[in-house]
């Protein structure tokens, strides 16, 4: 039976004037509603609805719903346009505390999860138009849960780049059981009720869980047209620039500073002709900025890259720039050198976390020096392959972001090379370059962090400020400004190659990169380590393809958690991109499994044809979740393991059914996967076997003009497989051909 909430009126009833009558809360007057004690601390009409916390060691706030509450959009919860919105939330909430149909009310400490739960709710209701829970059929509330993913991630408000968990889920969906349980109390109290359980059955938990692991890969990677021009700008400003730019601190270090003379240019004649005097060394702050503009005016760039002019223009300090309100001027050359630091220090911080897939909050943690042993910067080390044929350069930092809320150390693999190769990964040239750049004021820095906050003055502090360790906000926004000021997206087209929604590259060209978040590093670390994009500059490539042999030579990913969690997402998202671009017609596949796929989503294509490309894309997924489809990538294609007795590599191993969770590396190659039935190949992996064709037909064609084609059989048909499996997937090899018979006619051969 429900229980029904009762207010004491205190009036007269029959002859005792002692015993107080009782009505439904629902059944007050406006006026009583008001003055109700709705809490032992508040009555209905408080702005904050307080109750006594009761559990130890829970805060008060804990007990607490504020109802002008901020929504996602920035308005306040208690403004005209929210009226009914507020109205029935604050009933609903009323009838939970004093007539629960289950008859137990919430615990005093949940009460701000409750509003957390209705922020996410009348936030999302809001920005669709929604007012009432009357408005809630089945299809609304399958929209909320399908919105889900795209909404909570949009509106965190610490620009995090953690997946969503089941339990931050859970609270988006708290609200809705309840418009269906406390639908009678609701329907006295006027306010329009659902017609249908949209939960009968079911579980929030269930939701929650499905949701959770379908948000997996939703936080998607740069676009690839994006991410090449922004990893190869950054990789640039690590040359020539960075160098440029560490002389350029001269201005704070004032090398003159500590001499007892100076020698200055000084006019000797009428005819406006210059001589240099050597005069005694001048203190002050004027001083110091003459002797500052005096060096910038002369200071010469470098050439970058066979260029025919320096990379920048010289520093003129006659040149002024107006700021503020006031229109104060200030001379140009000090606030470009900032600028020009700032550059270097965000291309440093981009390439580090870009390609280490390291989280922005591990980057501030990193620690400042260069450790004199072993000469590398502070929390690198060098470690062995397994194989003994690679050095591996790992990053030991803080983690910030733990289950148990204490931060903690863990590895990051920052690239790696062939044992004995002079070239370090380029995120160690990084972190030398910050190293030199921070060097002017690590002397007296307030932190052993290696970032640095230099303030919000657009000088560049003295060498003797004592500066503390960055913000990681303000490092977001720096890259968000590095983008905006040296990576031209002005000619990036509409779309990119691989969309998943309509003219998605135009709000990268309009935004000139504002929309950018630090997350989509991360992301896109996992996408390279899938599979290296051959336009990325030869430095970037041989990066990322190392990070690809660190994860299957060392098994990192197995000792760090944290990257397991993204290269998982991140192959959520390829799986569904590879499916989507198939129902497309995008993308044709080959292998025995290429055609499976193509041949079983025929259906699916026929339904999606004609929809907006976005909801095409949320309908691939509904696919690919509802089969429960897993993809492993490697640089030779995909294997997709629908059908786990038929594994080549589990078969050549002897491994137990049971035991085939995912491809064997220790069997698997590239000629085994490719006549395997879980074997699937598409466009994105053809640098793979235009390569192969290439080097093993130029090989069979050598042995032939020797004699020897008959040995060569093999590298024969290999080239051979090549050729017809570019073909299916629509890539022709006359460039190859070409290319080969170039180099066949230098040597002789006959192509």
């Known amino acids: 039976m429900t229980t029904q909430a009762h207010a004491p009126l205190n009036l007269p009833q029959g002859g005792d004037e002692s015993l107080p009558t009782y009505r439904p809360i629902f059944d007050l007057t406006d006026e009583e509603l008001r003055n109700f004690q709705v809490t032992p601390l508040s009555r209905y009409a408080d702005i904050k609805w307080k109750r006594p916390i009761t559990t130890p060691g829970t805060g008060a706030s804990c007990g607490v719903i504020q109802w002008n509450m901020e929504l996602f959009d920035g308005s306040r919860l208690d403004e005209p346009q929210h009226a009914q919105r507020l109205d029935w939330a604050r009933k609903l909430m009323a009838l939970l505390l004093h007539a629960p149909s289950d008859s137990i009310p919430p615990s005093p400490s949940t009460m701000a999860i409750y509003r957390i739960a209705f922020q996410r709710l009348l936030s999302w209701m809001a920005e669709n138009g929604y007012h009432r829970p009357g408005e809630f059929t089945h299809e609304v509330i399958e929209h909320y849960i399908d919105d889900l993913p795209r909404f909570l991630l949009s509106n965190r408000d610490d620009d995090s780049d953690e997946e969503i968990s089941i339990s931050e889920v859970s609270v988006a969906l708290k609200i809705l059981p309840y418009l269906w349980s406390e639908r009678h109390g609701l329907a006295n109290w006027g306010i329009p009720v659902p017609q249908t359980n949209f ?7 269930t939701y929650a869980k ?13 676009p690839d047209e994006v991410s090449i021009q922004l990893f190869n700008k950054a990789a640039w400003f690590l040359g020539e620039p960075a160098e440029d730019v560490i002389r350029l601190l001269d201005v704070v270090r004032d090398p003159l500073a500590d001499s ?18 050597r005069l005694p060394i001048r203190k002050g ?10 060096f910038l005016s002369s200071f010469k760039f470098s050439t970058v890259g066979g260029e025919d002019r320096p990379w920048h223009e010289p520093l003129d300090p006659e040149i002024t720039r107006t700021i503020g309100r006031d229109g104060r001027k200030i001379k140009e050359v000090h606030v470009r050198v900032r600028e020009l630091l700032n550059a270097v220090r965000d291309a440093c911080a981009i390439t580090v976390q870009g390609v280490s897939g390291i989280r922005i909050s591990e980057l501030m943690g990193i620690k400042a020096g260069i450790d004199a042993a072993t000469g590398l910067p502070r929390g690198v080390r060098i470690e062995k392959s397994v194989t003994g044929l690679y050095d591996i350069y790992l990053l030991r930092t803080v983690i910030a972001k733990t289950k148990k809320g204490e931060p903690k150390e863990t590895d990051w693999v920052l690239g790696i090379r062939p044992t004995g190769a002079p070239n370090e990964p380029l ?21 052993d962090r290696l970032f640095l906050a230099l303030g919000s003055n657009r000088f560049l502090p003295l060498k003797t400020t004592s500066l503390a360790d960055a913000e990681s906000s303000a490092i977001r926004e720096a890259m968000k400004s590095f983008i905006t000021s040296w990576v031209d997206l002005s000619s990036l087209p509409d779309e990119s190659a691989h969309k998943t929604e309509d003219n998605d590259l135009v709000k990268w060209r309009e935004k000139k990169g504002d929309n950018f978040t630090s997350h989509m590093l991360r992301k896109s670390w996992a996408q390279f ?3 290296v994009d051959p336009r990325l500059t030869p430095a970037i490539q041989m990066q ?6 660190a994860m299957s030579d060392v098994g990192y990913v197995g000792s760090n958690p ?8 991140v192959a959520t998202h390829q799986r569904n991109l590879l499916i989507f671009e198939t129902v497309m017609g995008r993308a044709p596949l080959a292998g025995k499994m290429g055609t499976q796929i193509e041949a079983q989503t025929r259906e699916l294509a026929k339904e999606v044809k004609g929809l907006p490309t976005s909801d095409a894309w949320q309908r691939v997924i509904q696919f690919a979740d509802k089969h429960e489809l897993q993809i492993w990538f490697n640089p030779y294609g995909q294997c997709m393991p629908l059908q786990t007795s038929e594994m080549a590599c589990h078969n050549r191993a002897g491994t137990p059914q049971v035991l085939r969770l995912a491809p064997n590396d220790a069997t698997r190659s590239p000629t085994m996967c490719s006549g395997c039935d879980c074997w699937i190949l598409d466009e994105r992996h053809a640098h793979f076997w235009e390569k192969r064709y290439l080097e093993n037909w130029i090989a069979f064609k050598r042995a032939e003009k020797m004699g020897m084609a008959g040995n060569f059989r093999v590298i024969k048909e290999r080239a051979s497989q090549a050729k017809k499996l570019l073909a299916k997937v629509g890539i022709k090899v006359t460039h190859l051909d070409r290319q080969i018979a170039q180099e066949l006619e230098a040597e002789g051969v006959a192509a």
């Open 199 to 205: 939960f009968y059955g079911k579980r929030i938990h």
């Open 210 to 222: 499905q949701i959770a692991t379908k948000a997996m890969g939703w936080i998607k990677p740069l």
């Open 260 to 277: 007892a003379y100076e020698e200055i240019r000084v006019p000797i004649s009428a005819r406006n002709k210059h001589g240099v005097r």
């Open 285 to 294: 702050e004027s001083a110091r900025l003459r002797r500052a503009e005096s």
């Open 427 to 447: 995120a160690v040239r990084a972190l030398r370059v910050l190293n030199r750049l921070f060097e002017p004021w690590g002397e007296n820095a307030r932190t």
């Open 529 to 531: 380590v899938f599979a």
């Open 544 to 549: 990322f393809h190392h990070l690809s042999l």
């Open 562 to 569: 944290n990257l397991g969690t993204t290269l998982k997402a």
